[in-house]
């Protein structure tokens, strides 16, 4: 079973900048596709960006691009998102996911709020 954990979210000014940071136990890491979504108040989970196992191929959501940029570190088995240039409508619920290809399912943390202010 994957765990996966969250930390540094908070509350920043728009403009700002956060790292978040993800670390995951009880998986083979490196074979996991890991991803960052986010989920504001009465919204669905959306997409954010993710990464494969080499860190060779990252997708990354329209409305994020240029600003965060995603990492792996494999042998730490942690997945960072650089969030810089913050904006109000970045706040949401952000989660870190894992997705196996072996057994085709996908892995969630329980989020860290991130809020951004005008």
């Known amino acids: 079973q994957v765990q996966l954990v969250e930390s540094g979210g908070g509350l920043v000014q728009a403009g700002d900048s956060l790292r978040l940071s993800c670390v995951a136990s009880g998986g083979t890491f490196s074979r996991y596709l890991m991803g960052w979504y986010r989920q504001a108040p009465g919204k669905d989970r959306e997409f954010v960006a993710n990464?494969?196992?080499?860190?060779?191929?990252?997708d990354s959501a329209n409305s994020v691009k240029g600003r965060f940029t995603i990492s792996r570190d494999n042998a730490k088995n942690t997945v960072d998102l650089q969030m810089n240039s913050l904006k109000p409508e970045d706040t949401a619920i952000y989660y870190c996911?894992?997705?196996?290809?072996?057994?085709?399912?996908?892995?969630w943390g329980q989020g860290t709020q991130v809020t951004v202010s005008s």
């Open positions: 996911s894992a997705f196996s290809p072996v057994v085709r399912r996908t892995y």
């Open positions: 990464i494969d196992w080499s860190g060779g191929r990252i």
